[in-house]
C-alpha cells in the first residue's frame, strides 16, 4: 500500500488531467463516505479538491489528497 499512496503524492504533485478527473470523482464519493475524517496534520496540505482537503480514510488511514489520486483501491469497494 505504500507504493500505491507515494504514487498518490506523486500525482498530487504533478496533476495530469486525467487523474485529476479520477481523483474528482473519488473525491465526490469520499466526501460523502461516513470513513471519511479531519486529520489534524492534514490541514496544512492545501488541495484543489477542497471536499477532500484535509481528510484522511479512517478504513485505511490513508490522506485523501493521495488516496484519490493513487493506483491503490477504496478499502470500502466505493471506488
Ligand atoms: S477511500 Fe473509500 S472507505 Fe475511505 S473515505 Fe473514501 S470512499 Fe470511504
Known amino acids: 500500500m505504500l ?15 486525467v487523474t485529476e478527473n479520477t481523483a474528482r470523482k ?16 492534514l ?8 471536499e477532500i482537503q484535509g481528510s484522511y480514510c479512517n478504513v485505511c488511514k490513508c490522506p ?3 488516496k484519490v489520486r493513487s493506483n491503490d483501491i477504496c478499502p470500502e469497494n466505493k471506488w
Do not use: M, T, V, Y
Not at 3 to 17: A, H, P, R, T, V
Not at 26 to 41: D, E, M, N, V
Open 3 to 17: 507504493n500505491e499512496i507515494l504514487s498518490g503524492w506523486k500525482n498530487f504533485i504533478q496533476k495530469s488531467e
Open 64 to 66: 485523501l489528497s493521495a
Open 26 to 41: 473519488r473525491a465526490a464519493l469520499c466526501a460523502l463516505c461516513p470513513h471519511a475524517a479531519k486529520g489534524k496534520l
Open 43 to 50: 490541514i496544512f496540505i492545501k488541495d484543489d479538491l477542497k
